[in-house]
Nanobody, 124 residues
Framework: VQLQASGGGLVQAGDSLRLSCAAS????????MGWFRQAPGKDREFVAA????????YYADSVKGRFAISREYTKNTLYLQMNSLTPGDSAVYLC??????????????????WGQGTLVTVSS
């Protein structure tokens, strides 16, 4: 599975941004997809995840109510709608795909495939 993330950019606090992640290859093997983010000098942090063939979604507490993960099944594309952005949301955002069924998809270790990341910078 190959993943290509896009949609990052420079925005102001309070703005919205939508990230996309296009999946190709053996997409039929995916059980879930997720978004993580990594700021300079910090660990990779879980943001949101969605089961590929169901509507189950999972969010980090820090983004719950502001971000929304979704997928367009026929286009093999994952989205992350980010609203009310704050400078604390600035990071490289990475999409990932899991090819094994788990109960929990909040750990990076659950994911086999990773995209290259897209940079989100929120100015105050």
């Amino acid at each position: 599975v190959q993943l290509q993330a896009s949609g990052g950019g420079l925005v102001q606090a309070g703005d919205s941004l939508r990230l996309s992640c296009a999946a190709s290859g053996r997409t039929f093997s995916m059980y879930a997809m997720g978004w993580f983010r990594q700021a300079p000098g910090k660990d990779r942090e879980f943001v949101a995840a969605i089961r590929w063939s169901a509507d189950n979604t999972y969010y980090a507490d820090s983004v719950k109510g502001r971000f929304a993960i979704s997928r367009e099944y026929t286009k093999n594309t994952l989205y992350l709608q980010m609203n009310s952005l704050t400078p604390g949301d600035s990071a490289v955002y990475l999409c990932a795909a899991a090819d094994i069924a788990y109960i929990d998809y909040t750990s990076p270790a659950r994911y086999t495939y990773w995209g290259q990341g897209t940079l989100v910078t929120v100015s105050s």
